[in-house]
């Protein structure tokens, strides 16, 4: 495996367990794991960028971007490759040192163009079988987070970075 130099992020059945709670003000209410959280901070202590390209809308999304730093998020996308295009054009990254993480069908596309395809546990199975990495866990319980190990173990002394991690920085809430 390449150097990850950045992680793209489908948010629903990713980032979170796919179920879309709506309140009855209309509201969108999602839930994120707090060790998927910890992993992107960590990964982003190594200088791994973070990107959020999601096909729906929500506040709660951009709250959570927001917290973890995220250095793109791209919200209401039909079109999730030219959006990848556009970030690559920003940063110089080239596609084999992109990891991409979907769950469906409509992530096939990114899926088959990046360096590090990968899919939490619960993906449709025609994303698992287009993918390098199948987490063990399903999206929004951790999923991310195996999959950011994974590249770390694979590309890094994983133990130095969290020993360095844990002693060069306060840990924020996750």
Request: hydrophobic share 35%; proline share 3%.
């Amino acid at each position: 495996m390449n150097r990850i130099k950045l992680i793209v992020l489908d948010v629903d059945g990713v980032l979170t367990d796919g179920k879309l709670y709506i309140g009855s003000d209309g509201e969108e209410y999602k839930s994120f794991h707090t060790q998927d959280g910890m992993g992107i901070s960590i990964a982003r202590y190594t200088g791994i960028k973070f990107a959020i390209i999601s096909g729906r809308t929500s506040k709660a999304v951009s709250k959570r971007a927001e917290e973890l730093k995220f250095d793109y998020v791209y919200q209401g996308i039909s079109e999730k490759i030219k959006v990848l295009e556009e970030i690559r054009e920003k940063t110089g990254i080239r596609l084999e040192e992109i990891c991409y993480v979907g769950d469906d069908i409509n992530d096939l596309p990114i899926l088959k163009m990046v360096g590090f395809p990968c899919a939490p546990h619960n993906a449709v199975p025609l994303v698992k079988e287009s993918v390098q990495f199948v987490a063990p866990s399903n999206g929004g319980e951790g999923a991310v987070r195996e999959i950011i190990d994974e590249i770390l173990q694979k590309s890094e002394n994983y133990y130095q970075i969290i020993k360095d991690f844990l002693a060069g920085k306060i840990l924020d809430r996750q």
